[in-house]
């Protein structure tokens, strides 16, 4: 096949077959030149000589009126979700089979829709009829939400162009396919494909979709880790089947602050939110006993009070077991070891369990001090008061490190009625009238000022 040679007029960008004098478009002489080929190589496998529309280029000063965003009404998926729903985003959406995420995104589904959203609810995994039921459990049959049950990708976008809803929900995407892709549905391509399709058909058409995607064993979406670079917002679900308190946490948000958590609490009429966590997760708190201390976290913009406990015991193995559930346990190997080496308490022939009460999953350094204070006091069979909470990161020198946003940390402990508070010296505290504050200097110091010893 001959080699085409294209042309382009450079007052104008009009291109054209051959060479002139005169540029017929915009009339200017000699401003006809060869186009260079976009790209070298293989007809086939690159570019080659065809050219594109130019796009259109800002600078940095250029001002953009915000998006708009759409409130739900539930001020928990509200917080997570970075302020509302943007228009045209995806967002997706996991966790462990179960745990409330089909429940949840009916009553987000419903909720839009009454605020005047036009929503669309599609099922792969259940007939009309089912989530009708489900519906009717959760008194929401009145909402003026569409339904669909079908797994052809060419079909649900077919239906979304023709309805032009403002909010699709597909649930889930492992079971979604596409016909130009050979492969069984919820396998690598058929979920990178429809992920892939679904995403660029929000862009393209201003609606925002919502996927639901499996997790596998080790809590992660399941299929390609790509998907979550194509969407706009992850968003997992966490919590315990033991515990009616759920967990929405966004890991991804390109509109809104990550890390942030919403949480909710299961109950026979679905997920109800929860707008003050710490006092849920302090409620089954007793009498203070050995090993119980309170750890004043921020989880995104919103400071958590939560109960870490901890329990040490004779080991009759030669290998004596570490058991966490809430937190990393090679940050408990390495407080076990700073412990040892720093302060000469040691923990071999020892089991140790470590817990964090309420079914959250804790991942700030910031709760070593509070981890460390729990040890100890099951270690020591001493029990710390219980209008105290602790927080601070542990160096391995043994350092203890200031931890950020101090100061929300202890308003928000001094709002549910704590007066004193254990933190590493240098943060700034702000004025906290009525609470007092311990600032030890090293891990040492704390052993010493705590429980009297070190």
């Known amino acids: 096949m001959a080699k085409t040679t294209s042309f382009s007029c450079s007052a104008c960008g009009a291109t054209h077959t051959r060479w002139s004098g005169r540029c017929d478009a915009c009339g200017e002489w000699n401003t006809i030149t060869q186009d260079a080929p976009l790209s070298a190589g293989p007809a086939k496998k690159s570019l080659g000589g065809k050219r594109g529309q130019p796009i259109a280029l800002t600078d940095l000063s250029t001002e953009e009126t915000p998006p708009p965003r759409t409130l739900c009404g539930v001020e928990e998926l509200d917080r997570v979700l970075g302020g509302g729903l943007v228009p045209a985003s995806a967002l997706l959406v996991g966790g ?22 036009k929503t669309i609810y599609v099922s792969g995994e259940e007939a009309s009829a089912q989530v009708r039921m489900r519906a009717r459990r959760l008194g929401l049959e009145d909402a003026p939400l569409q339904l669909a049950a079908e797994t052809n990708l060419r079909d649900i976008l077919t239906t979304l162009e023709a309805e032009k809803p403002g909010l699709a929900i597909i649930d889930s995407i492992q079971t979604m396919w596409a016909d130009n892709v050979d492969s069984a549905p919820g396998s690598v391509s058929q979920v990178r494909a429809a992920a892939h399709e679904l ?13 639901v995607g499996h997790v596998t064993k080790e809590g992660q979406i399941a299929g390609p880790r790509v998907v979550e670079h194509m969407v706009d917002t992850v968003l997992y679900f966490e919590g315990e089947r033991g515990h009616q308190f759920r967990i929405l946490r966004a890991v991804k948000n390109r509109f809104g602050p990550a890390d942030e958590i919403g949480v909710f609490e299961m109950t026979g009429k679905g997920l109800a939110q929860v707008t003050n966590p710490s006092a849920l997760f302090l409620s089954e708190r007793g009498t203070p006993s050995p090993g119980s201390a309170v750890f004043a976290g921020i989880e995104g913009t919103r400071p958590v009070l939560v109960e870490l406990q901890a329990l040490v015991a004779p080991s009759p193995h030669s290998q004596p077991r570490r058991t966490v559930v809430g937190w990393d346990s090679g940050r408990l190997a390495m407080i076990l070891a700073v412990l040892e080496a720093r302060c000469g308490i040691p923990f071999a022939g020892l089991d140790v369990y470590l817990n964090v009460a309420g079914g959250l999953k804790i991942g700030e350094p910031a709760a070593d001090l509070a981890v460390a204070a729990a040890l100890l006091s099951a270690r020591e069979d001493t029990a710390l008061p219980a209008d105290t909470v602790v927080f601070g990161e542990i160096s391995l020198s043994g350092a203890l490190r200031p931890a950020p946003q101090t100061e929300n940390r202890l308003k928000e402990a001094q709002k549910l009625g704590f007066t004193s508070a254990i933190a590493p010296a240098g943060g700034k505290t702000g004025t906290v009238a009525g609470l007092t504050l311990t600032r030890p200097s090293d891990l040492v110091g704390f052993v010493g000022e705590t429980f009297g010893a070190g």
């Open 96 to 117: 462990d089979p179960g745990i409330g995420k089909s429940t949840l995104l009916l009553q987000a589904a419903a909720r839009f829709a009454r605020a005047g959203v």
């Open 199 to 211: 995403t660029t058909f929000a862009k393209r058409h201003g609606v925002s979709i919502i996927m």
